[in-house]
Protein backbone atom coordinates (compact mmCIF):
# COMPACT_ATOMS: atom_id res chain seq x y z
CA UNK A 1 0.00 0.00 0.00
CA UNK A 2 1.81 3.37 -1.28
CA UNK A 3 -0.41 5.42 1.78
CA UNK A 4 -0.76 4.79 5.69
CA UNK A 5 -3.23 2.01 6.35
CA UNK A 6 -5.97 3.02 8.05
CA UNK A 7 -7.38 2.27 11.59
CA UNK A 8 -9.47 -0.27 9.99
CA UNK A 9 -6.64 -2.25 8.30
CA UNK A 10 -5.03 -2.31 11.82
CA UNK A 11 -8.56 -3.35 13.51
CA UNK A 12 -8.80 -7.05 11.55
CA UNK A 13 -5.30 -7.41 12.23
CA UNK A 14 -5.35 -6.70 16.17
CA UNK A 15 -8.34 -8.54 16.29
CA UNK A 16 -6.57 -11.91 14.88
CA UNK A 17 -4.09 -11.37 17.51
CA UNK A 18 -1.29 -9.12 16.07
CA UNK A 19 2.31 -9.80 15.87
CA UNK A 20 3.70 -12.53 17.63
CA UNK A 21 7.03 -11.24 19.52
CA UNK A 22 9.16 -12.92 21.67
CA UNK A 23 10.00 -11.29 25.05
CA UNK A 24 13.10 -12.04 25.14
CA UNK A 25 14.64 -10.89 22.14
CA UNK A 26 12.34 -8.01 22.42
CA UNK A 27 14.14 -7.15 25.92
CA UNK A 28 17.71 -7.24 24.74
CA UNK A 29 17.22 -5.16 21.19
CA UNK A 30 15.78 -2.88 23.36
CA UNK A 31 18.24 -2.68 26.11
CA UNK A 32 21.54 -2.48 23.41
CA UNK A 33 19.47 -0.22 20.70
CA UNK A 34 17.62 1.69 22.97
CA UNK A 35 18.04 1.80 26.64
CA UNK A 36 22.07 1.83 26.77
CA UNK A 37 22.37 3.37 23.03
CA UNK A 38 20.93 6.71 24.25
CA UNK A 39 21.84 6.19 27.89
CA UNK A 40 18.20 6.34 29.53
CA UNK A 41 17.93 6.24 33.46
CA UNK A 42 15.56 4.41 35.09
CA UNK A 43 12.50 6.45 36.18
CA UNK A 44 12.23 8.94 33.33
CA UNK A 45 8.88 9.68 32.18
CA UNK A 46 8.08 7.92 28.33
CA UNK A 47 5.74 7.74 25.41
CA UNK A 48 5.37 5.22 23.39
CA UNK A 49 3.62 6.48 20.51
CA UNK A 50 1.62 3.65 18.10
CA UNK A 51 2.21 0.99 20.52
CA UNK A 52 -0.39 -1.11 18.87
CA UNK A 53 -1.18 -3.98 21.22
CA UNK A 54 1.28 -2.42 24.06
CA UNK A 55 3.46 -5.05 24.27
CA UNK A 56 6.81 -2.72 24.06
CA UNK A 57 5.35 -0.24 26.37
CA UNK A 58 4.93 -2.82 28.86
CA UNK A 59 8.31 -3.85 28.16
CA UNK A 60 9.25 -0.67 28.98
CA UNK A 61 7.78 -0.26 32.37
CA UNK A 62 9.51 -3.85 33.61
CA UNK A 63 12.70 -2.33 32.16
CA UNK A 64 12.56 0.87 35.11
CA UNK A 65 10.35 3.64 32.57
CA UNK A 66 7.42 5.56 33.41
CA UNK A 67 5.51 4.60 29.70
CA UNK A 68 2.31 5.16 28.71
CA UNK A 69 1.29 3.95 25.26
CA UNK A 70 -1.11 5.96 22.30
CA UNK A 71 -2.30 4.15 19.12
CA UNK A 72 -5.63 5.58 16.84
CA UNK A 73 -6.47 2.07 16.80
CA UNK A 74 -9.20 1.34 19.28
CA UNK A 75 -9.05 -2.55 19.24
CA UNK A 76 -5.03 -2.87 19.31
CA UNK A 77 -5.74 -0.12 22.77
CA UNK A 78 -8.21 -2.44 23.83
CA UNK A 79 -6.54 -5.56 23.84
CA UNK A 80 -3.40 -3.62 24.87
CA UNK A 81 -5.54 -2.74 28.47
CA UNK A 82 -6.82 -5.89 28.77
CA UNK A 83 -3.16 -7.88 27.99
CA UNK A 84 -1.03 -5.06 30.62
CA UNK A 85 -4.02 -3.85 33.20
CA UNK A 86 -1.71 -2.34 35.29
CA UNK A 87 -0.01 0.11 32.44
CA UNK A 88 -1.70 3.42 30.96
CA UNK A 89 -2.87 3.06 27.20
CA UNK A 90 -4.74 6.08 25.16
CA UNK A 91 -6.66 5.91 21.86
CA UNK A 92 -4.78 8.86 20.34
CA UNK A 93 -4.21 9.99 17.13
CA UNK A 94 -0.21 11.11 17.14
CA UNK A 95 -1.17 14.38 14.61
CA UNK A 96 -3.63 16.11 17.42
CA UNK A 97 -3.69 16.84 21.13
CA UNK A 98 -2.50 14.27 23.57
CA UNK A 99 -4.07 14.07 26.87
CA UNK A 100 -1.20 15.34 28.53
CA UNK A 101 0.42 18.84 29.04
CA UNK A 102 3.22 19.89 27.06
CA UNK A 103 6.38 19.21 28.01
CA UNK A 104 5.69 15.90 29.74
CA UNK A 105 8.06 13.53 28.73
CA UNK A 106 11.67 12.69 29.02
CA UNK A 107 11.56 10.22 26.01
CA UNK A 108 9.10 9.82 22.79
CA UNK A 109 9.50 6.75 21.33
CA UNK A 110 7.82 5.50 17.85
CA UNK A 111 8.66 1.88 16.87
CA UNK A 112 6.94 1.43 13.20
CA UNK A 113 4.47 4.10 13.33
CA UNK A 114 2.76 3.78 10.35
CA UNK A 115 3.16 7.42 9.34
CA UNK A 116 6.90 6.87 8.70
CA UNK A 117 6.85 4.07 6.69
CA UNK A 118 6.07 6.22 3.41
CA UNK A 119 7.09 9.69 2.11
CA UNK A 120 9.19 11.62 5.39
CA UNK A 121 8.14 15.18 3.41
CA UNK A 122 4.58 14.21 3.71
CA UNK A 123 2.26 16.75 5.51
CA UNK A 124 1.61 13.67 7.90
CA UNK A 125 4.51 12.77 9.38
CA UNK A 126 5.92 16.17 9.61
CA UNK A 127 2.97 17.18 11.41
CA UNK A 128 3.15 14.25 13.74
CA UNK A 129 6.97 15.19 14.67
CA UNK A 130 5.77 18.80 15.37
CA UNK A 131 3.03 17.88 17.47
CA UNK A 132 5.10 15.09 19.22
CA UNK A 133 7.96 17.66 19.61
CA UNK A 134 6.19 19.74 22.38
CA UNK A 135 5.72 16.94 24.62
CA UNK A 136 9.02 16.23 25.03
CA UNK A 137 10.45 18.24 27.98
CA UNK A 138 13.34 20.36 27.41
CA UNK A 139 16.42 18.83 26.26
CA UNK A 140 14.08 15.50 26.08
CA UNK A 141 14.43 12.49 23.17
CA UNK A 142 12.72 11.53 20.45
CA UNK A 143 13.41 7.71 19.08
CA UNK A 144 12.00 6.78 16.06
CA UNK A 145 12.80 2.98 14.81
CA UNK A 146 11.42 2.13 11.73
CA UNK A 147 12.08 -0.92 9.30
CA UNK A 148 14.30 0.30 5.92
CA UNK A 149 16.59 -2.24 3.89
CA UNK A 150 18.00 1.70 2.70
CA UNK A 151 17.32 0.88 -0.88
CA UNK A 152 15.41 4.01 -1.41
CA UNK A 153 12.61 1.54 -3.12
CA UNK A 154 8.90 3.40 -3.70
CA UNK A 155 7.33 1.08 -4.23
CA UNK A 156 3.37 1.90 -4.83
CA UNK A 157 2.00 -1.49 -3.11
CA UNK A 158 4.53 -1.53 -0.38
CA UNK A 159 5.79 0.72 2.99
CA UNK A 160 8.71 3.11 1.41
CA UNK A 161 12.76 1.93 2.03
CA UNK A 162 13.63 5.38 3.21
CA UNK A 163 17.62 6.17 3.23
CA UNK A 164 19.50 7.14 6.19
CA UNK A 165 19.43 11.04 4.60
CA UNK A 166 15.51 11.07 4.77
CA UNK A 167 15.13 10.36 8.04
CA UNK A 168 17.78 13.15 8.68
CA UNK A 169 16.34 16.04 6.72
CA UNK A 170 12.87 15.15 8.27
CA UNK A 171 14.36 15.63 11.51
CA UNK A 172 16.53 18.59 10.78
CA UNK A 173 14.29 21.26 11.40
CA UNK A 174 13.62 19.75 14.71
CA UNK A 175 17.15 18.63 15.63
CA UNK A 176 20.18 19.50 12.99
CA UNK A 177 22.41 17.12 15.03
CA UNK A 178 20.13 13.64 14.93
CA UNK A 179 21.87 10.75 14.85
CA UNK A 180 20.44 7.70 12.99
CA UNK A 181 21.72 4.57 12.81
CA UNK A 182 21.07 1.45 10.99
CA UNK A 183 20.91 -2.22 12.56
CA UNK A 184 20.18 -5.33 10.68
CA UNK A 185 17.01 -3.97 9.08
CA UNK A 186 16.01 -1.40 11.53
CA UNK A 187 16.67 2.32 11.17
CA UNK A 188 17.34 4.01 14.68
CA UNK A 189 16.98 7.65 15.12
CA UNK A 190 17.35 10.08 18.39
CA UNK A 191 16.33 13.77 18.00
CA UNK A 192 16.50 16.17 20.64
CA UNK A 193 14.46 18.89 21.74
CA UNK A 194 16.77 22.05 22.74
CA UNK A 195 16.79 23.05 26.45
C1 LIG B 1 3.38 -1.38 12.03
S1 LIG B 1 2.30 -1.08 13.41
C2 LIG B 1 3.47 -1.00 14.75
C3 LIG B 1 2.86 -1.33 16.09
C4 LIG B 1 3.85 -1.47 17.26
N1 LIG B 1 4.58 -0.26 17.51
C5 LIG B 1 4.81 -2.59 17.05
O1 LIG B 1 6.02 -2.34 16.92
O2 LIG B 1 4.36 -3.74 17.01
C6 LIG B 1 1.85 0.59 13.12
C7 LIG B 1 0.97 1.21 14.18
O3 LIG B 1 0.91 2.63 13.95
C8 LIG B 1 -0.37 3.05 14.38
N2 LIG B 1 -0.62 4.40 13.86
C9 LIG B 1 -0.70 4.75 12.56
N3 LIG B 1 -0.94 6.06 12.44
C10 LIG B 1 -1.00 6.55 13.71
C11 LIG B 1 -1.22 7.85 14.24
N4 LIG B 1 -1.44 8.90 13.45
N5 LIG B 1 -1.23 7.99 15.58
C12 LIG B 1 -1.01 6.93 16.41
N6 LIG B 1 -0.81 5.68 15.95
C13 LIG B 1 -0.79 5.49 14.61
C14 LIG B 1 -1.29 1.97 13.85
O4 LIG B 1 -2.57 2.01 14.42
C15 LIG B 1 -0.48 0.72 14.19
O5 LIG B 1 -0.82 0.23 15.46
Not at 60 to 77: E, W
Not at 99 to 117: A, K, N, Q
Not at 118 to 124: F, I, K, N, R, T
Not at 180 to 191: N, Q
Request: a positive charge; charged letters at 25%.
Amino acid sequence: MSTTPTAGYYDTFYAEGGWRYSLVREWWWHRRHFVRRFKLRRGMRMLEVACGMGMHTDLFCRMGFDCSGIDLCPTGISAAQQRYPRRDFHVADAKAALPWEPGSFDVIVTRGCSLYHYDLAAPGPRAATQNLWQYLKPNGLFVLIIVSDLSGSRDPVKIWQNRLEDYRMHFEPFDSACTVDWHRGLVICGARRRA
